[in-house]
């Protein structure tokens, strides 16, 4: 394939830095031939961005939307071709990529797109004064993501940023560096100027260096905690604003009551779905004593009908894990819950790129129910009563996501309201449409992305005091 390593200033662009060769997970087989950016493109990107940036903000946010519409629509009609190369550089399975990543990513470009026109500033009455509040770009925001849903990311934080008269220099993960730079072609031909949505590709040294320039005002990551740590503090370092979308262990409750058959769905759609690599799986499924074992049966049973497989395959269901290294992360998890006594209840470390849908019962205490394991592996724990389950799934540090499975009202909404999670369902799971904001509470992360919360995180307030009579001075 052939394919620029780099969108500078309106252009597709070639690296000084070291070779960025790209895998397709499922063979192993070399895609694409990038070089990562360097001094010079970082350069050249941060100076168009700066340039670009001001004549941006000045644009009629109406048409500054239609950009993003037009994004959309371009998307949207080449959805097969986008869809084929996101299954070859992600390795998940076509009946995926079909439905979810850039489906998202134009349903966010068109919904930024369409509010645009929508944002206003206040109008506070003072009595004879008044002020006034003028929401304003940040300026040069950088993007930083992570493999799991590449284009989705771009485009979540694209939007946003874009539709509020930012530039945006994204650096995708080094792992899916293609669909960011399809993203950054597709806004050009939709008519974003140059420099105002750049593509720069490398590793974490490129993401640091980013940041730690002057010229940049925010930086949205994604990415797991032990990254946003260190981005937040290197932001904190010259006061950039920050959103941070980063990894977590979220807990999904199964009361007695629940439907057994809808519960065990969102299990395998909040477990297995993209071989279990997305940030807000409910990796921990509490389940309440009366419905754990026909739960267990029932989700042993509905999971060994997943096809592992071809991701190209239209019937694939379960992928290829996206590298060498994750894959002896996730094994290595599996190798040592084995040995630690879990109950293992299907699945295993599996071979080739593949790693089978796997369920263990384990103690809260067992890596297994305290550590991301990022790859398809569901961890199930039992419990008696309701005060118990909230306070267990409460107890580790990151608070991404969260579930409820019950058919009382009451309790449902009493749950989710205790839970300490920025995301949460109630019977449901892992839906995560753009009108609604997506973010997390405690360690694992802060900011929103999606919804008009996002807008907030993509500009500043200017607030303006209009004195309308005579300045009234001691002296
Ligand atoms: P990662 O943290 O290794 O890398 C994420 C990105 O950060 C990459 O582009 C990487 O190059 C860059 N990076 C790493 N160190 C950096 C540094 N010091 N300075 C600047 N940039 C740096 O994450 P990953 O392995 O690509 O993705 C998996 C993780 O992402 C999981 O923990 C997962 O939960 C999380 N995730 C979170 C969300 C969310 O929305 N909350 C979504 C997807 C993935």
């Avoid at 050249?44 to 500054?64: G, Y």
């Avoid at 009946?95 to 929508?118: C, I």
């Avoid at 690599?277 to 060994?304: K, M, P, Y």
């Avoid at 019937?315 to 290294?325: E, F, K």
Wanted: hydrophobic share 45%.
């Amino acid at each position: 394939m052939t394919q620029p390593s780099h969108w500078i200033d309106g252009r597709p662009a070639e690296g000084s830095g070291a070779a960025l060769p790209v895998r397709f997970p499922y063979t192993g087989e070399i895609i694409a031939n990038l070089r990562a950016a360097a001094a010079p493109e970082i350069e050249a990107a941060l100076a168009a961005a700066t340039r670009a940036q001001k004549d941006w903000a000045a644009w009629r946010p109406a048409d500054r939307g239609r950009v993003l519409l037009d994004a959309a629509r371009l998307i949207r009609e080449r959805a097969e071709e986008l869809a084929q190369l996101e299954t070859l550089d992600t390795g998940k399975p076509i009946s995926e990529t079909r439905v979810a990543d850039w489906p998202s990513g134009a349903d966010a470009l068109a919904f930024f797109g369409g509010l645009a026109g929508a944002v206003t500033g206040q109008h506070i009455p003072l009595g004879r004064d008044w002020a006034y509040t003028i929401r304003e770009p940040l300026g040069v925001c950088v993007g930083i993501g992570a493999w799991n849903y590449p284009s989705q990311i771009a485009c979540w934080k694209a939007a946003p940023a874009l539709v509020m008269g930012n530039a945006m220099i994204f650096k995708p993960s080094e792992e899916t560096p293609l669909g960011a730079l399809k993203l950054a072609e597709i806004l050009t031909e939709a008519g974003a100027p140059p420099g105002i949505f750049q593509v720069l590709n490398g590793g974490r040294e490129l993401g640091a260096a980013l940041i730690g320039d002057a010229r940049v005002a925010k930086v949205s990551l994604t990415g797991s905690v032990a990254t946003g740590l260190s981005v937040y503090a290197a932001a904190a370092s010259g006061m950039r604003h920050v959103t941070m979308e980063l990894g977590g262990k979220s807990p999904l409750i199964v009361f007695d009551d629940a439907s057994i058959e809808d519960a065990v769905g969102a299990a395998i759609l909040g477990n297995f779905y993209s071989s279990g690599q997305v940030c807000s799986n409910g990796t921990r499924v509490f389940l309440q004593d009366g419905i754990a074992e026909a739960f267990l049966a029932r989700l042993a049973e509905r999971v060994a009908a997943l096809k592992q497989g071809d991701p190209r395959d239209e019937g694939t269901t379960l992928g290829p894990i996206i590298s060498p290294a994750q894959l002896e992360k996730i094994r290595g998890a599996i190798t040592e819950g084995r040995a630690s006594g879990a109950r293992l209840i299907c699945g295993g470390e599996g071979d080739g790129p593949f790693v089978p849908a796997t369920v263990f019962v384990a103690p809260d205490d067992s890596p297994l129910a305290t550590e991301e394991i990022f790859g398809p592996v569901l961890t199930a724990l039992t419990f008696r009563t309701e005060d118990e389950a909230v306070a267990r799934a409460n107890a580790l540090p990151y608070g991404l996501a969260a579930g409820v499975f019950t058919r009382d009202l009451a309790r449902a909404h009493r749950v989710v309201g205790r839970l300490e999670a920025g995301t949460t369902w109630i019977n449901a799971y892992n839906l995560t449409p753009v009108e609604m904001p997506f973010g997390a509470v405690k360690l694992s992360g802060i900011g929103r992305e999606n919804g008009t919360a996002a807008l907030e995180h993509y500009s500043q307030l200017k607030s303006v005091y209009v004195g309308m009579g005579p300045v009234d001075a001691p002296v």
